[in-house]
């Protein structure tokens, strides 16, 4: 069953108590299963979607590939809108999204399959606003960065921001011209961003379109004026995730874990592994094994490894409960 981000945001904040990654350090819920290697898996594995979880994908078939050698990998990286054509054509056994499906890819897979496809939300991940780290900047609102990248301005900012100057900075950054640095239309982040940020507006012309989420945050580490979107596992010590007010009445809130569980950080998504499964079908061996991964232990000290946020062991549990894999 498919289920909407809000729904997935509330169930995960509800299985918190379990979970230690509000603290300083992020861990994985204690309750979550090991994983442990059965008989009868083997095969290839090709995945086509999310370049923000080409690094994921990648971390989870090395640690599958340890308990089943044999298993072939191949992970495709170009963006999120290339996983529901992949899905339906059947290239691609694992479609990885930093976005939900949008209605017409829901509806184009339910017509050549007649069922809908499966959405898991795997992690959680803080799509951040970076700067450089020399940059003096203490906050921004949404209607700001609107009004950074956007040319049509729908959360109502009187004029487009150009320069530093306008969001109060000072000295040799007053006049300063803001560099932009973005994602390319096949990019989930690039969606999300369109969606969440700018009110399904359009961006401006001077954004620099960059193929992946590291050429992002890279720019902006090399250019002191720079600003640009990319999700918090690609943060690096070069650049500074900004703290964001959704509203420009509240405090700025930084994409911290705990910000990040609870909702407040205005950002905060999951990142989702979609899986064309038959309801009541039983899923075949490697497909079912390597989901069961993700969700483990293991899976999830990934996830971690990566820079994003594990989910609670309840919620890990209805994820396989959803796709009709047992927990162990």
Do not use: C
Request: glycine residues 10%; proline residues 5%.
């Amino acid at each position: 069953m498919l289920r909407s981000a809000a729904t997935w945001m509330m169930t995960v904040v509800a299985g918190l108590s379990a979970v230690t990654a509000v603290q300083a350090e992020v861990k994985v819920d204690a309750k979550l299963p090991e994983y442990k290697a059965v008989e009868g898996v083997s095969g290839n594995i090709k995945s086509i979607g999310s370049d923000t979880m080409n690094n994921l994908m990648t971390l989870w078939a090395e640690g599958f590939k340890k308990a089943y050698p044999s298993v072939q990998v191949e992970i495709e990286g170009k963006g999120s809108a290339t996983a529901p054509p992949a899905l339906i054509e059947g290239t691609a056994t694992f479609g990885p999204m930093s976005r939900e499906m949008k209605a017409k890819e829901i509806d184009d897979f339910e017509k050549k399959f007649g069922y809908k496809p499966t959405g898991l939300g795997t992690s959680i991940d803080m799509l951040a606003i970076y700067v450089h780290k020399d940059n003096p900047i203490k906050g921004l609102t949404l209607a700001q960065i609107d009004a950074i990248f956007s040319k049509t301005r729908k959360r109502g900012g009187a004029e487009a921001i150009t320069k530093w100057g306008q969001l109060g900075l000072t000295g040799e950054w007053a006049d300063k011209p803001i560099s932009l640095y973005g994602r390319n239309s096949a990019s989930g982040t690039y969606g999300y961003f369109k969606e969440h940020v700018l009110g399904k507006g359009d961006f401006s012309d001077s954004v620099k379109e960059q193929p992946g989420s590291s050429s992002v945050v890279q720019g902006i580490a090399s250019d002191k004026y720079g600003i640009g979107y990319s999700g918090i596992g690609y943060k690096t010590a070069d650049v500074l995730a900004v703290a964001l007010s959704a509203d420009g009445k509240t405090t700025p809130v930084t994409a911290e874990p705990k910000n990040g569980y609870s909702g407040e950080y205005p950002l905060s998504r999951f990142l989702y592994l979609y899986v064309n499964a038959k309801p009541g079908a039983k899923l075949d061996p490697l497909r079912q094994e390597f989901i069961r991964y993700v969700f483990s232990k293991q899976g999830q000290e990934v996830v971690v490894k990566d820079g994003y946020l594990p989910l609670p062991a309840d919620v890990a549990k209805e994820n396989l409960k959803a796709i009709g894999v047992e927990s162990k």
